[in-house]
């Protein structure tokens, strides 16, 4: 028999994860990404599949009340043990849960490698927004030894981690809100010059998941100046490079080179299985708004991850605004 429950037991949500999960890690199904979103003011529903007593499936459900739409997000989830009769009651059951909120539609990303399928008990749509939630990722094993790291880079990156070790940049590691406040300018500023909506949550993502060990904020400086930095989540076997930016008037300092060395050492220490550089673009285009991001990430060396794209569960004819909002932004930026 199966029933769908309310959990609000911390412990009882990560043994399910930790459990199983310990691979590829659903970062925005984390209980401190719930709590993340509490203190930016959403609402968080916590629920749980069960079959009779035995937890076999979660999802942490955002509901979302934007100019774009009302909406319940499952961002990277529901995870749920891979048997299609648990996954069909939770879909049954969300859509229900939908409808009762009022809201037009409900958007779901399990991670899901792309080349698998999964049957849906009613119609979906492919979400109109780009590569959401770095379903299309780098990933670098980090059980290799340091010789192995540098030896399977990119030339021109082995050459620039030493060409940095040789000059006076200083690495610092920090869970300190306060020291965020120096990194923020430059990320204001990336945004404003990238065109995109600067992250909010930076800050109680630091201050909410530091808590648990789970977040530190990487920062190099160089004559006196913080010159770049990075914020870095560490969930299940992985670490995650969430958030980063750069001061332009010192890009010929190889500074963000050293700063990801730093950061797949700290993922080996805490003893993580691979580094998750976040997206990249899924085109080789050289016009492509990520392509020399991609270059970046990919010349450390790993292989490409790509997972389903996120589906959207239409319940009302108001999601046609969300629909045109997104695609035609996505269009704009050029994907």
Same mark, same amino acid.
């Given at each position: @028999? +199966?029933?769908?429950?309310?959990?609000?037991?911390?412990?009882?949500?990560?043994?399910?994860?930790?459990?199983?999960?310990?691979?590829?890690?659903? +970062?925005?199904?984390?209980?401190?990404?719930?709590? #993340?979103?509490?203190?930016?003011?959403?609402?968080?529903?916590?629920?749980? #599949?069960?079959?009779?007593?035995?937890?076999?499936?979660?999802?942490?459900?955002?509901? #979302?009340?934007?100019?774009?739409? &009302?909406?319940? $997000?499952? *961002?990277?989830?529901?995870?749920?043990?891979?048997?299609? &009769?648990?996954?069909?009651?939770?879909?049954?059951?969300?859509?229900?849960?939908?409808?009762?909120?009022?809201?037009?539609?409900?958007?779901?990303?399990?991670?899901?490698?792309?080349?698998?399928?999964?049957?849906?008990?009613?119609?979906?749509?492919?979400?109109?927004?780009?590569? @959401?939630?770095?379903?299309?990722?780098?990933? %670098?094993? !980090?059980?290799?030894?340091?010789?192995?790291?540098?030896?399977?880079? *990119?030339?021109? $990156?082995?050459?620039?981690?030493?060409?940095?070790?040789?000059?006076?940049?200083?690495?610092?590691?920090?869970?300190? #809100?306060?020291?965020?406040?120096?990194?923020?300018?430059?990320?204001?500023?990336?945004?404003?010059?990238? $065109?995109? !909506?600067?992250?909010?949550?930076?800050?109680?993502? /630091?201050?909410?998941?530091?808590?648990?060990?789970?977040?530190? %904020?990487?920062? =190099?400086?160089?004559?006196?100046?913080?010159?770049?930095?990075? +914020?870095?989540?560490?969930?299940?076997? @992985?670490?995650?490079?969430?958030?980063?930016?750069?001061?332009?008037?010192?890009? &010929?300092?190889?500074?963000?080179?050293? +700063?990801?060395?730093?950061?797949? =050492?700290?993922?080996?220490? *805490?003893?993580?299985?691979?580094?998750?550089?976040?997206?990249? =673009?899924?085109?080789?285009?050289?016009?492509?708004?990520?392509?020399? %991001?991609?270059?970046?990430?990919?010349?450390?060396?790993?292989?490409?991850?790509?997972?389903? $794209?996120? *589906?959207?569960?239409? /319940?009302?004819?108001?999601?046609?605004?969300?629909?045109?909002?997104?695609?035609?932004?996505?269009?704009?930026?050029?994907?």
């Amino acid at each position: @028999m +199966l029933t769908i429950q309310n959990i609000q037991d911390k412990y009882t949500w990560e043994n399910f994860l930790n459990k199983n999960y310990q691979g590829f890690f659903p +970062l925005f199904q984390a209980w401190q990404w719930g709590e #993340v979103q509490k203190s930016l003011g959403f609402e968080v529903f916590r629920i749980g #599949v069960f079959d009779k007593k035995k937890l076999v499936g979660i999802a942490q459900i955002v509901e #979302v009340k934007a100019k774009r739409g &009302h909406y319940l $997000h499952v *961002r990277q989830g529901p995870a749920i043990e891979n048997k299609k &009769h648990y996954w069909s009651y939770f879909f049954q059951e969300l859509l229900k849960f939908g409808k009762e909120k009022g809201v037009s539609f409900i958007r779901i990303s399990p991670l899901i490698p792309k080349e698998e399928n999964i049957s849906f008990p009613f119609s979906t749509i492919a979400a109109p927004i780009h590569n @959401m939630d770095a379903e299309v990722c780098w990933i %670098l094993d !980090v059980r290799q030894s340091e010789e192995e790291l540098l030896k399977n880079m *990119r030339k021109s $990156h082995r050459y620039l981690i030493k060409k940095a070790q040789g000059m006076p940049i200083k690495i610092t590691q920090s869970k300190s #809100v306060k020291d965020l406040e120096k990194f923020l300018p430059l990320y204001k500023e990336l945004a404003k010059k990238k $065109h995109f !909506v600067a992250h909010k949550g930076l800050k109680e993502e /630091l201050e909410i998941f530091s808590k648990d060990n789970l977040c530190e %904020l990487f920062l =190099a400086e160089y004559e006196g100046r913080i010159i770049c930095g990075a +914020l870095v989540d560490f969930v299940g076997d @992985m670490g995650i490079y969430r958030h980063s930016a750069s001061d332009d008037a010192y890009r &010929h300092i190889p500074a963000m080179y050293i +700063l990801q060395w730093q950061i797949i =050492a700290e993922c080996k220490k *805490r003893g993580k299985k691979m580094y998750n550089f976040w997206g990249i =673009a899924d085109t080789e285009q050289k016009k492509h708004p990520w392509y020399g %991001l991609t270059l970046f990430k990919t010349g450390f060396g790993g292989e490409k991850k790509e997972f389903m $794209h996120a *589906r959207d569960i239409i /319940l009302k004819p108001s999601y046609g605004k969300t629909f045109a909002i997104e695609y035609i932004t996505k269009l704009k930026k050029g994907y």
